[in-house]
């Protein structure tokens, strides 16, 4: 079977239009707006705190939206039909993550504008967001293919968004050094690491680490997503 523009096209129209009737969405993506808006009042320089906002449009808005598309397919029993459609696993999950991916996109563009966020090299700043977007991306996929209801959602994402959201926040709680080396090795983490380098005058070679590791997030939730996905697409 071919890769069909179209047939991707036609499952991202009808999102968009069940997305506008969605009060959790909007909800959901006004979470790290708000955020934004306090961090500008507060007027924080520290470069931790600055990024805060854009790490929680990506949890949030990028997976918990990406989530709540998912399953409320499952919730109206409206997947088992999309899945016995003529398109294929691959234009399914296309088209299931573009319009989680531009709302996410817009999300943290607004939060950058809001809370004054300095992007001092545009092209580094859209690579870190693009490995990110495909890792909460496939986790909002997973999230989604373990909930039968998009309520459902919040209750088995509130441990993700913790620990990828806010666990920068909690950092200074731990003292066991195994715990703290693990939660370095975090997207969010990994982001923050790579853009102070770069806000200090840092290069491209100078955050390749970051970017590696990065990268390997995103392959392994995407590998992880599609073995969920051949298990539970029918499942209720």
Do not use: H
């Not at 969605?22 to 705190?49: H, K, M």
């Not at 989680?100 to 870190?128: G, M, Q, Y």
């Not at 853009?195 to 997030?217: A, K, N, S, Y």
């Amino acid at each position: 079977m071919t890769f069909s523009l179209k047939r991707v096209n036609a499952i991202i129209m009808k999102d968009y239009r069940d997305l506008l009737k969605n009060s959790y969405v909007i909800f959901t993506i006004a979470l790290p707006i708000f955020y934004a808006l306090l961090l500008n009042r507060i007027g924080d320089e520290d470069a931790t705190f600055n990024l805060l906002p854009i790490n929680l449009a990506l949890v949030i808005t990028g997976a918990f939206i990406q989530a709540a598309i998912v399953a409320e397919e499952k919730e109206k029993n409206t997947l088992r039909g999309l899945l016995l459609s003529p398109a294929s696993t691959l234009e399914i999950l296309i088209g299931k993550s573009v319009l989680s991916a531009i709302v996410t996109i817009l999300v943290i563009l607004i939060c950058a504008k809001l809370s004054d966020f300095e992007i001092v090299s545009l092209s580094i700043f859209a690579l870190i967001i693009f490995l990110n977007l495909i890792t909460y991306l496939a986790v909002g996929t997973m999230l989604g293919l373990l909930s039968r209801t998009v309520m459902e959602t919040s209750i088995i994402g509130m441990p993700f968004l913790m620990v990828f959201g806010m666990i920068s926040m909690f950092k200074p709680l731990f003292n066991n050094e195994i715990i703290l080396k693990a939660i370095e090795y975090l997207p969010g983490e990994q982001f923050t690491a790579a853009w102070v380098t770069i806000t200090e005058g840092g290069q491209f070679g100078d955050i390749i680490r970051e970017l590696i590791i990065l990268t390997l997030w995103a392959v392994v939730a995407v590998v992880i997503t599609f073995i969920t996905y051949g298990k539970r697409r029918f499942d209720k």
